[in-house]
């Protein structure tokens, strides 16, 4: 589904990304881990075409349109006034475009996905009222209405509840069973260990990529934190053949 190849990205001219390469299988559900300020974020970003790369490439085998991407909830405003069901509503977005119209049946696949997230009932209230556990399943239903081949999740589940946490590997899992391939950004060792098969372990380069029983060992964390506190965001970027100012 997405392959990588040779990828630098670089912020201010110092790589958050550095000579990272691998692929996402067809299907796959994967975590990328890794400390703080690993180039998680940025992968994910990459993938989705949001960032343009200092040098390697990404390729994806499947459309811009069939990409499904959840940020971080920091990065999201809920100040407008947006009822739940309109918001969910928004996953249609690619299908529909500006003017298309939302059909009776486009309605009731919305309140489905609304109530497969537990939220039966919200439909009119608006997403600044909800808590924050209750914001992220409405983001969880919209990705629902989106259908797409490639689901990109970053932290889905910071500064959530034990039982909403629950409810969301729930859909991940499902969303594995039907053959879409999940690809998300977490910080819980113990959780990569329980629900997903594969992982990627990064400290800006890439440490281990594979089964996650071989890429979590103590030996690869550790050698992923030493990395993390070695870097010198002083130093000169890493020129590449294709680097960019």
């Known amino acids: 589904m997405v392959s990588i190849d040779n990828l630098t990205v670089s912020y201010r001219q110092h790589p958050a990304l550095h000579h990272i390469s691998g692929q996402f299988a067809n299907g796959s559900l994967s975590a990328v881990i890794g400390p703080n300020g690993s180039g998680k974020s940025t992968l994910l970003k990459s993938i989705m075409g949001l960032i343009k790369p200092s040098g390697g490439c990404v390729q994806v085998s499947t459309p811009r349109a069939r990409i499904a991407y959840l940020p971080q909830m920091i990065e999201i405003d809920r100040s407008f006034p947006m009822p739940v069901r309109d918001c969910v509503l928004l996953g249609c977005w690619n299908a529909l475009g500006a003017w298309g119209g939302v059909t009776a049946n486009i309605l009731a696949l919305a309140d489905d996905a609304i109530a497969q997230v537990g939220l039966e009932g919200f439909e009119q ?121």
Do not use: Y
């Open 125 to 245: 209230r608006t997403v600044g009222s909800l808590s924050s556990g209750q914001f992220q399943r409405v983001l969880f239903a919209r990705l629902l209405m989106q259908d797409a081949e490639l689901i990109l999740l970053d932290e889905p589940f910071n500064a959530m509840d034990s039982r909403t946490t629950a409810a969301l590997l729930d859909l991940i899992k499902r969303w594995h069973a039907q053959g879409r391939t999940v690809i998300a950004v977490l910080h819980d060792d113990a959780q990569v260990r329980a629900h997903f098969a594969q992982s990627v372990l990064l400290a800006r380069e890439l440490v281990a990529w594979g089964d996650t029983a071989q890429v979590l060992t103590e030996a690869n964390l550790q050698r992923a934190r030493a990395l993390a506190e070695a870097w010198d965001d002083t130093a000169e970027i890493c020129h590449t053949d294709e680097a960019t100012a």
